[in-house]
C-alpha cells in the first residue's frame, strides 16, 4: 500500500503467520526494483525495494508484485513532493504523474532561465535557488521590521544573489520612515519579467545562513533576494 505518508506491506505466509512492515516517506533515502527472470518480463512484475540509509541494506522489500515498474513511478513521483503536497494526494494515476513531470521540468526551466538572467547582469557573481528548509529559516530569523519577509509565504521561488558594491541602484527606495518606525520594504527587480516579482536585502544573521551556498563570496559583498511566482 501506498499511503500519504508511507509504504506499508502485509503478507500472510502462513495459517499462524503473518508478515508487516512500513517506512515513513520521510526515511527514505532511495529506491529500487528488480526483475530477474524471463517470467518478471513476460508477466511484469518483481520486487520493488526501499531503504532508510544509502548505507544500509534494503531494508523494505516487496516480492512478486505485479506491475512493478508502475509501482516503482508511483513511488518516486510521492517522494517528489513535499509533506503538504502528498498530503493532498486522494489518487494517484499515470496522467497525474506524467503532468506532475511536465509542470515540474517546465518550471525548472523558467528558474533557470532567470538565474541566466541575473548571472548576465554585471554586477552580479553568483546566484543560487533556495530551498524550503531555507525559506523556513529565513521567515523565522528574520527581523520584524524587514516586511518583506511576509513575502516568503507567498511566491513560488526565491533565489539570491551575490554583488560587490558596484551594484545598481534599487528600483524603490528601500528603507521607510513611517512616524515613529522605519522598516524595509519589498522593492521590484526589473531585470526578472516574471509575476510579482520582489526583491529584497537580508539582515546579517539571514545573509550569514546563506553565504555557505557561495565560493567566491568576498568579505565586503552583499547578498539580495528575489521573489517571484511561476
Not at 48 to 56: K, N
Not at 112 to 120: Q, S
Request: aromatic fraction near 14%; include cysteine.
Amino acid at each position: 500500500m501506498i499511503y500519504n505518508d508511507k509504504l506499508a506491506i502485509s503478507v500472510r505466509n502462513g495459517f499462524f503467520s503473518k508478515f508487516d512492515m512500513s517506512l515513513h516517506f520521510a526515511n527514505i533515502k532511495d529506491t529500487a526494483y528488480a526483475k530477474n527472470n524471463i517470467l518478471h518480463f513476460a508477466f511484469d512484475y518483481g520486487t520493488f525495494f526501499a531503504r532508510s540509509a544509502a548505507w544500509a541494506q534494503w531494508d523494505f522489500e516487496a516480492p512478486n508484485l505485479p506491475n512493478v515498474e508502475r509501482i516503482y513511478k508511483y513511488v518516486n513521483f510521492a517522494l517528489s513532493l513535499n509533506e503538504i503536497e502528498r498530503q493532498k494526494l486522494t489518487v494517484v494515476n499515470d496522467q497525474i504523474v506524467t503532468n506532475h513531470y511536465k509542470n515540474q521540468k517546465s518550471s525548472q526551466e523558467i528558474i533557470d532561465r532567470e538565474i541566466k538572467v541575473l548571472l548576465a547582469i554585471k554586477w552580479i557573481k553568483e546566484v543560487v535557488e533556495l530551498s524550503e528548509v531555507d525559506r523556513q529559516f529565513i521567515f523565522e530569523h528574520e527581523e520584524d521590521r524587514n516586511h518583506w519577509v511576509y513575502e516568503t509565504l507567498k511566491r513560488d521561488v526565491v533565489l539570491c544573489f551575490t554583488h560587490d558594491d558596484t551594484f545598481r541602484d534599487a528600483d524603490a527606495p528601500i528603507v521607510l520612515n513611517r512616524w515613529t518606525k522605519v522598516i524595509f520594504p519589498p522593492v521590484s527587480f526589473h531585470e526578472v519579467e516574471e509575476k510579482n516579482v520582489v526583491s529584497s536585502s537580508p539582515s546579517l544573521e539571514v545573509h550569514n545562513y546563506i553565504c555557505k551556498y557561495f565560493k567566491n563570496l568576498d568579505k565586503d559583498d552583499a547578498t539580495v533576494l528575489v521573489w517571484f511566482d511561476l
